[in-house]
């Protein structure tokens, strides 16, 4: 990185650049990056590549709940590779409110997240709307 060289400077307060703030955040940035893939490699090799993997969704997945908005409960499902049906008998709950939360109609109970959470066999945070 460049040398950052303030424009003024107090006990308080530093006065950069705009040049030299927008080369600190992208250097902010490049370490949360290494940060997190030196977590993700970690969390590889302390479960195995496959497990890891398997726990993870394709790009195409994720876009589609994040930028199409879809239901991550249907996503993971689908991930899964298992029918609306199966997942419902899973979790002990009926198809049609397994269909309400998947369209939106209903945002489901703690109670029924949870039991879909644990058939997926994801976290319940995997399964909060926009969360992957």
Same mark, same amino acid.
């Given at each position: 990185?460049?040398?950052?060289?303030?424009?003024?400077?107090?006990?308080?307060?530093?006065?950069?650049?705009?040049?030299?703030?927008?080369?600190?955040?992208?250097? *902010? /940035? =490049?370490? /949360?990056?290494?940060?997190? !893939? =030196?977590?993700?490699?970690?969390?590889?090799?302390?479960?195995? #590549?496959?497990?890891? #993997?398997?726990?993870?969704?394709?790009?195409?997945?994720?876009?589609?709940?994040?930028?199409?908005?879809?239901?991550?409960?249907?996503?993971?499902?689908?991930?899964?590779?298992?029918?609306?049906?199966? *997942?419902?008998?899973?979790?002990?709950?009926?198809?049609?409110? *397994?269909?309400?939360?998947?369209?939106? #109609?209903?945002? $489901?109970?703690? =109670?029924?997240?949870?039991?879909?959470?644990?058939?997926? $066999?994801? !976290? *319940? =945070?995997?399964?909060?709307?926009? $969360?992957?």
């Amino acid at each position: 990185m460049n040398a950052i060289n303030p424009i003024a400077e107090t006990a308080d307060t530093v006065t950069l650049s705009r040049t030299d703030y927008e080369t600190l955040l992208e250097a *902010l /940035e =490049d370490a /949360e990056a290494a940060v997190a !893939l =030196d977590a993700t490699k970690a969390e590889e090799d302390r479960i195995g #590549r496959n497990a890891y #993997r398997a726990n993870c969704l394709p790009v195409g997945l994720v876009e589609r709940m994040v930028i199409d908005g879809e239901s991550p409960v249907r996503i993971w499902r689908e991930h899964r590779s298992m029918t609306a049906k199966a *997942l419902a008998a899973a979790a002990g709950i009926s198809q049609a409110y *397994l269909s309400e939360i998947e369209t939106g #109609r209903k945002p $489901g109970s703690l =109670d029924a997240m949870g039991k879909l959470a644990r058939a997926l $066999g994801v !976290l *319940l =945070d995997d399964l909060a709307a926009g $969360g992957a």
